[in-house]
């Protein structure tokens, strides 16, 4: 099967920066686009940051200049760095891949279960 794991999140102060990394593992056949959302308390999942595989990006208004998405083909890899944080920027983020599965018959989306990112004021 396929799996996707996120790592980097963790407690930061106002004005600092993460770098949260995905990777895909399994029986994948391709990757089309991946990318970040997330989903504050109370709020519903929204989209942080995505990535066509030729690598353009795409980026919610609220993090744009401040966020950076990119990816490592080779590696099934998708990365987000998060600079100039602020407590809005709170919440669990979660990655999203859509892959082919080997054998598999259509692109279907996958999640990964999320890491929490938590900025203090």
């Known amino acids: 099967q396929v799996q996707l794991v996120e790592s980097g999140g963790g407690l930061v102060q106002a004005g600092g920066s993460l770098r949260l990394s995905c990777a895909a593992s399994?029986?994948?056949?391709?990757?089309?686009?991946m990318g970040w959302y997330r989903q504050a308390p109370g709020k519903q999942r929204e989209l942080v940051a995505a990535?066509?595989?030729?690598?353009?990006?795409t980026y919610a208004d609220s993090v744009k200049g401040r966020f950076t998405i990119s990816r490592d083909n080779a590696k099934n890899r998708v990365y987000l760095q998060m600079n100039s944080l602020n407590p809005e920027d709170t919440a669990v983020y979660y990655c999203?891949?859509?892959?082919?599965?080997?054998?598999?018959?259509?692109?279907?989306?996958?999640w990964g279960k999320g890491t929490l990112v938590t900025v203090s004021s």
């Open positions: 399994g029986f994948i056949f391709s990757i089309n686009g």
């Open positions: 999203n891949a859509d892959l082919l599965q080997i054998g598999g018959s259509g692109y279907t989306d996958y």
């Open positions: 990535t066509t595989s030729g690598g353009r990006a």
